[in-house]
């Protein structure tokens, strides 16, 4: 089993330190899935994606010919530290290790001040998943949805769904063809409705998915509202582009692109 | 008596010595056929709090051990208090708690059993820096000290935002004693200056069995003294003991770049200012993995004597101001 990969380019860097952050605020722990074309984090059910356009060289050999690919446990925030120290430095390097256990080593070349090179080591501490478990790991499959719309700026949404939480811990997302979305909560004593309008949908995926929906019918999905907040919370930029598609009464698949990496996440419908 | 309380219990257990605690100083602890009770009264006497768990509470019960008739017993509120003192860690790492009264030898032990989770140890990082990055550098090779990274950042930002050099000093155990030397680390200016002095590891502290996950933070040893009879003098006040230490290390042995500090009124001579060897007394960590809090003391105070054969002089390792580091 091995992985060695290499980022020169400081945008990379920039990025892949940025993934890394976002992950260390949506999760205690992540999985790094290893494979041939690319990097991804997994976090329990969501999933987000860093190719392999981040690194100028990458190597890697699964643990074997018909599994080639490595799954690793390590605590984000470690990841995140780690590549903090990596602002303006001339390379990063991330191979798998063993120093005394599995470590993910992440050596990072600065420029002092006398313009020599200096290098720093983080060794990351990482469990290697078995095989067995990596069916519960595998990149999700996107259900097809019944709306698609666009995301309204995910502060304001982030603010409300704050204020929400304080009196049920229930919420109704609903949304339809006509660029309209509703958060709803309905309690005993009171029910709150949040209207957006106007957020426009992106153009469907057929043809004839459009053409058999009415635009004013709304799809509704039950969630939790602690994991709405939580990947709300998660998101410290405001993504490049951001797609909510809902699949009536079943989950709420929110689909995400921050310049190039895509994150996409998952609540299922309460029960 | 034998007991062994496991998983949410514990807390609870904790919970209500917590709870007891706020009422009495004693704790009055007998197993019963119907269960542990834990009593205790207020010093007016106008309260009382008694708790009885019964065995069913315990993965296992034993109110008296065959032979032995039952034992009860009373102790300090704020030792068994101890114990639970973080409810937040005793939950999250504790797996289960083993008490037991023996008495023959009188004493109640409370046993902890935790648990580890095997990913999240920690991170460890390193850096090196070279030879031209020093405004000055004089080492032996070879040596290697381990501090508080913590206690260190303070005197670090302060350096950054003063924009000043940060000297260090620091030397290895010398040959008349295994005890490790303190790092000072310094900065200064015309207007200002600036010590910090930090106890450091020695190389038997590093390979206990407690530094197996090294936390830098966790290897402070305790500064605060343990009251004993007759350094009860130096007990209370551990800035002056440090003042002690600068201002003989900065007259008995010149070649050390500390400068001299005054000690402040009415602070009285050590009364045992004998060589590290005469110090030293049996006394036991407080914590694992940190030295013994009166041996640090010693440290210090053996200083006061020139030792008949002297260690090398410190190592002065200068490191340029840290602007523009991460």
Sequence with gaps: MKFRAKIVDAACLNHFTRVSAMIAKLAKTCTLRISPEKLNFVLSDRAASAGENFFSEFQMEGISAENNAIYLDLTAENLSRALKTAQNARALKIKLTNKHFPCLTVSIELLSVSSSSRVVTH????????????????EPTIPDSDVSIYLPALKTMKSIVEKMKNISNHLIMEANLSGELNLKIETELVCVTTHFKDLGNPPPASEDASQERPPEQMAEVHIDIRKLLQFLAGQQVNPTRAVCNLVSNKIIHFDLLHEDVSLQYFIPALS | MKCLVTGGN????????????????????????????????????????CFLFAPLFFQQYQATTSG???LRCKILMKSFLAVFRSLATVEKTVEKCCISLNGRS????????????????????EMSIGEEDFQQLQAQEGVAITFCLKEFRGLLSFAESANLS?????????????????????????????????????????HSPAMCSPELHRLAPPLQAHSTPHLDDFASDDIDSYMIAMETTADSEGSRAVPSIPLSPGLRPPCSPGPFSEDHEAEPSTEPGTPPPKKFRSLFFGSILAPVHS????????????????
């Design chain 1, 123 to 138: 060794d990351i501490p990482v469990k290697v998943i078995p095989r067995k478990l990596w069916k519960d790991l595998q």
């Design chain 2, 10 to 49: 514990v807390k609870v257990l904790g919970k209500a010595v917590h709870s007891l605690s706020r009422i009495g100083d004693e704790l009055y602890l007998e197993p019963l056929e119907d269960g542990l009770s834990l009593r205790t009264v207020n010093s007016s006497r106008s309260a009382y709090a």
């Design chain 2, 68 to 70: 032995q008739e039952a």
């Design chain 2, 106 to 125: 009188s004493r109640l032990v409370v046993q902890l059993h935790c648990k580890y989770d095997s990913t999240v140890k920690a991170m460890v990082t």
């Design chain 2, 166 to 206: 940060l000297s260090v000093h620091f030397d290895a155990p010398g040959r008349t004693c295994h005890l490790p030397r303190p790092a000072i680390f310094a900065v200064k200016d015309s207007l200002l200056d600036g010590h910090f002095v930090l106890a450091t590891l020695s190389e038997s502290d590093l």
């Design chain 2, 311 to 326: 260690p090398p002089g410190p190592s002065p390792v200068l490191a340029e101001d840290s602007e523009g580091e991460g």
